[in-house]
């Protein structure tokens, strides 16, 4: 079989995927279904520094090719993370990204320096949530803000710092250059997109938050076109999300220039879809007689 193995940040990965934050919880749903070290990594439900209800239901909604959700973040904070999920996780033998979600940057740089000591391997700083401060605005739809806390948490921690864009920008490749120069070691992308359903027999948003964030095989070429577009535009490690359903889909995420693949609403249909994926990337490649899955990362050649 190839060498799946791929190194983001200087983190090293058995293999590329990597269940994506908020569709994996903190891996104890999924253990008796297979053993979690199967995995390249795990990336962590959003984790705010205070425990969050999140959004009032109904806020999941099924769409053509996808689904929509408004869940808000619902965890238990970053305390509960750091006592109770992050010992479990530690003994799985699988990299531990952390989801750093917050309504303010002091929020943000508060959950990095209380997981700076702590086993994880890589934080993930989700840039779609809202500022608070700034009239509720989130914080990746602007070059300055996503900058700013970008360095604010690279100042409060020294682990790989991996940033997680927000599609829903005029342009992503400014974004990902704004974070690469606050010290982003890695961007990962693409969070959803911002969609609605409404119930036309009621005539009310199916969503209690009237909307939420698309996800699925529907977004998978938005994925793919943004992946490729910052791929080309950083220096950076590029970790691809959005879509991914199969190992084909891991294979076109990767040649589009991602060294590393998150897996979201694929899990939802088939629990088993990680390590499917996985199976499926190794036969690909032995199919087409590649030794190493790094040949194939940002090999698509443009007409």
């Not at 070429?221 to 791929?231: F, S």
């Not at 889909?249 to 088939?270: L, N, P, S």
Request: aromatic share 4%; proline share 7%.
């Amino acid at each position: 079989m190839a060498d799946l193995s791929v190194t983001v940040a200087g983190v090293t990965f058995k293999n590329p995927i990597i269940p994506a934050s908020g569709t994996f919880g903190f891996g104890r749903e999924y253990e008796d279904l297979y053993p979690l070290s199967l995995l390249g990594g795990i990336s962590t439900k959003g984790t705010t520094l205070d425990p969050k209800d999140g959004n009032p239901p109904p806020r999941i909604a099924e769409t053509p090719a996808g689904m929509l959700n408004s869940v808000g973040l619902q965890n238990p904070g970053i305390d509960a993370f750091i006592r109770d999920a992050l010992p479990y996780l530690q003994e799985q033998d699988t990299v531990i990204i952390a989801n750093v979600a917050g309504s303010t940057v002091e929020d943000c740089v508060e959950i990095a320096r209380r997981l700076e000591n702590t086993k994880v391997h890589m934080l993930e700083l989700n840039i779609s949530c809202p500022n608070v401060k700034e009239g509720g605005v989130a914080f990746g739809t602007s070059c300055e803000s996503a900058g700013a806390i970008t360095a604010a948490v690279r100042k409060a921690t020294t682990k790989p710092l991996m940033v997680k864009l927000s599609p829903n920008v005029t342009s992503i490749t400014d974004i990902a250059k704004s974070v690469e120069a606050a010290g982003a070691d890695a961007v990962s992308l693409i969070n959803t997109l911002l969609g609605m359903r409404i119930d036309i027999e009621s005539k009310r948003p199916i969503l209690k938050n009237n909307v939420g964030g698309l996800s699925g095989p529907a977004v998978f070429p938005v994925a793919v076109r943004m992946v490729w577009q910052v791929a080309n535009a950083v220096s950076i490690p590029v970790v691809g999300m959005g879509g991914v359903a199969s190992g084909k889909d891991a294979i076109e995420m990767m040649m589009a220039g991602a060294q590393a693949v998150q897996v979201g609403a694929a899990i939802f249909h088939d629990p088993f879809a990680p390590v499917r994926i996985i199976r499926e990337m190794n036969e690909w490649l032995d199919a087409h007689a590649y030794s190493s899955v790094s040949q194939i990362i940002g090999r698509v050649e443009p007409w």
